[in-house]
């Protein structure tokens, strides 16, 4: 069973963080820019992956914790000093990005839209 969570900024991504329960399920951090209006992402690597990961969630037979972080809007996320790049945490330099909670696979950029690739992500035993 695959919980969602929502996170809204580097505030919230940095309290859930803290928050996060080692005994629990495995969490991965999906990192994408803010949407629009229209529903969708300012990133367009964001826009063709968000869908491909969901999917894929859809069908995983395994209990994790899956937070999207909205990364914010594309100003903020192109600034240098941006929390999300700079954190020791989350040291993302392209959106989209996911990572293992506590582990050092990510997948970054058109690596998200990969099924393959979700999968060994998703599927390694820890």
């Known amino acids: ?6 996170l809204k ?3 919230e991504f940095s309290k859930y963080t803290r928050a ?11 990192f994408s820019g803010s949407k629009l209006p229209d529903g969708n992402s300012w990133c367009p690597d964001c826009v063709e992956a968000e869908p491909v990961v969901r999917h894929y969630l859809s069908e995983l037979d395994k209990s994790i914790i899956f ?19 700079t954190d020791s945490r989350s040291k993302l330099m392209v959106i ?6 506590k582990g050092v696979q990510r997948l970054e ?6 099924r393959e690739l979700l999968q060994m992500l998703f599927e390694e035993e820890d």
């Open 1 to 6: 069973m695959v919980i969602n969570v929502d």
């Open 9 to 11: 900024g580097f505030e």
């Open 20 to 30: 996060i329960d080692s005994r629990g399920p495995p969490v991965f951090f999906y």
């Open 67 to 85: 937070v999207y972080v909205d990364v914010g809007d594309r100003e903020y996320w192109k600034d240098k000093e941006c929390p999300f790049r």
């Open 96 to 101: 989209p990005t996911l990572i293992k909670w």
């Open 109 to 114: 950029g058109s690596q998200c839209s990969n």
